[in-house]
């Protein structure tokens, strides 16, 4: 599972997890938000639904480290979620070559 945090002014300001190429948004305190990613809809529960607190603070733990050092306005910290472990993809300044579309919903 593919999940990116966005950074803003050195502040995490949203998190996009990825089901089936279709883009899911949340909030930094994971509530998930009315934006619709790709103009498809997902209405299914995510990993991250399903994460335990501790679990996602751990994401959030590992995503600030990582970003930690960074001197950015802006860019992506990517996390694979896979049989329960965390993995570091790439950070990312230019999310998909800045043309993602979405709609509030």
């Not at 190429?21 to 990993?47: A, P």
């Not at 930690?68 to 230019?94: A, C, H, P, R």
Request: proline share 1%; aromatic share 14%.
């Amino acid at each position: 599972i593919n999940i990116r945090l966005h950074y803003l002014n050195y502040k995490l300001k949203l998190i996009i997890v990825y089901v089936n190429n279709i883009k899911i948004f949340y909030d930094k305190n994971k509530n998930r938000l009315n934006i619709q990613g790709d103009m498809k809809e997902y209405n299914g529960k995510t990993v991250l639904d399903n994460m335990s607190n501790d679990k996602f603070k751990e994401l959030i733990s590992i995503s600030n480290k990582l970003a930690s050092d960074l001197d950015l306005d802006f860019f992506t910290v990517d996390i694979y979620y896979i049989n329960n472990k965390f993995y570091g993809g790439e950070i990312t300044l230019s999310p998909d070559s800045g043309n993602a579309k979405f709609n509030y919903i």
